[in-house]
Each structure stands twice: as C-alpha cells, then as structure tokens.
C-alpha cells in the first residue's frame, strides 16, 4: 500500500489497547496527537477487538486518558457480536457465552437467553475467569455442529507491565479441544464489521479514513480487507509478520505530521 494523501483524510479511526492506552496507563504521545486532531475537526472513532468492557466503561476510560468522546463513537466487538447474532438467529433462543459481564449483556440486550441447555450457537471473547468446565461445555456443543461466533483472534493483550492473554488464547483452546470439523467466525478484526460500523458512525467513505492500529495481523490486515489505508505505531505488541504492511509504520503518534 502506497503512502496516504491527506488531503483527502476527513477521519481517524483508533484501536484501543497498545494505541490509546497500556492497561490503565495513558500513552500520552497518542492522547496528545488525537486531541490535536479533534480540534482540526477530522472526526474521530475508537474501535476495540477488546470484549471486556461496555461502550459506556470504554468511555470513561478514553475521557479519564484526557480524550472526550461520545460513547457512540466507540465501537466494541461485544457490539458488533450481539448484532451478528441477532441477524442469524429467532430471539429468544438459548445462546452459550464464554466470556465477559459486557458481552452476555450486549447479547441479553438483544433478547437472547444465555444457557447451557438447546443451545443455537457458542459465543466465545475474553474470559478472565475461564476454567476447564467452560471450555469441556463450549466444545461438547460445538461438536455437535453448532457454530463458533468468536469476539476476537488477538492471542496477547498490552497491559501497563507487559502483556496477558487475549481472546484468541482462550477461543484457541476451544477451538482444539473440539476437533477439525468446527465451524466457526471471527467478529473483530482482521474482519470489518467493526470497521464497517466505525464508518456508518461517521458518516465517512472509506477513502477519507485511515485506520490506526498496533497490530499488523489484526488491524492493518482489515484495514487492508477493507482496502483502506492504516498506520501501525510500535507503541503496543510486537509485530512478526513480514507479508503484512501498513501505508505509513511509525514508532508512536507523536511522530505523525499531516502535510
Ligand atoms: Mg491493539
């Protein structure tokens, strides 16, 4: 992907953890560029793989790093997943949920029973609490051929003293304690439903939005699903892959100069 015409930029588009934020820890180079940028009046999203949280706790969480923002304008995959599952499927019918308090609410939100029992399909994000039983349960019933709906492939997650598992730890454990016919899907990036909904929230083409993200095999790989153009800054996780490139790589927002 070639380098980024700004004249044409209207909007940003901003991945959490490793680009706003370290766990609690503001990255104050960021914070700084993206309030800069607000008041040039680009408008500007938060869009996060991270299921742990509601859109309102995101948001409190983006103000206390000295950002102020609208809650509509973040865009969470606990969100996005609820929506999913609320076009496939009757409401009312049993869904099993290994993960957050945020996502079964988003799915509880859209009128779906969270139970073990004639259940329609397996749910699966971060699970600070996951255990063996949940993951024996999950796979049982995914053997039988219902589907994966997982919130997110992020393996690690940034946090303010290095890293912890992310999602895709845990949906991974799942995936192979159920064997090779599992069906399945990815809501968060590399997918761009979040991203597609980023867009509707700010009425913007895709040709006037550039993704910024920590991750090439996440964020700059849907941006690039999305043929958009993206920015990786080294501020959160490392990044191996060497066939993945973003339009412009630079080593924290403080380095970005919009000509
Ligand atoms: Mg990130």
């Given amino acids: 992907m070639r380098s980024i015409d700004w004249k044409k930029i209207k909007g940003f588009i901003f991945d959490l953890d490793g680009v706003v934020y370290r766990g609690n820890k503001p990255i104050i180079t960021a914070t700084k560029k993206i309030n800069e940028l607000i008041k040039k009046n680009y408008k500007v999203?938060?869009?996060?793989?991270?299921?742990?949280k509601s859109q309102k706790e995101f948001?409190?969480?983006?103000?206390?790093?000295?950002i102020n923002i609208n809650s509509r304008f973040i865009i969470t995959t606990s969100v996005a997943t609820a929506n999913f599952i609320a076009k496939k499927y009757k409401k009312g019918s049993n869904i099993y949920v290994v993960g957050s308090r945020a996502l079964k609410n988003e799915i509880k939100r859209k009128k779906?029973?969270?139970?073990?029992?004639?259940?329609?399909?397996?749910?699966?994000g971060l699970d600070t609490n996951i255990n063996y039983e949940k993951i024996t349960v999950a796979s049982n019933i995914?053997?039988?051929?219902?589907?994966l709906i997982a919130t997110n492939p992020?393996?690690?997650?940034?946090?303010?003293?290095?890293?912890?598992?992310?999602?895709g730890s845990i949906i991974q454990s799942i995936i192979e304690a159920t064997g090779p016919k599992l069906k399945k899907i990815f809501i968060g990036k590399p997918n761009i439903f979040l991203i597609k909904e980023a867009l509707k929230v700010m009425k913007l083409n895709k040709k006037n939005v550039v993704l910024v993200g920590d991750q090439l095999e996440t964020d700059i790989l849907a941006a690039k699903n999305f043929n958009m153009k993206s920015i990786l800054v080294e501020t959160g996780v490392p990044n191996n892959s060497k066939k993945i490139k973003a339009s412009l790589k630079l080593k924290s927002l403080k380095n970005l100069f919009i000509e």
């Fill in 112 to 124: 779906f029973k969270i139970s073990k029992k004639n259940v329609k399909a397996v749910v699966a």
């Fill in 154 to 167: 992020d393996k690690i997650l940034p946090n303010e003293k290095g890293f912890q598992p992310g999602a």
């Fill in 59 to 66: 948001c409190k969480k983006i103000i206390k790093c000295g």
């Fill in 142 to 147: 995914l053997r039988k051929g219902k589907l």
């Fill in 45 to 52: 999203t938060f869009l996060t793989n991270n299921s742990t």
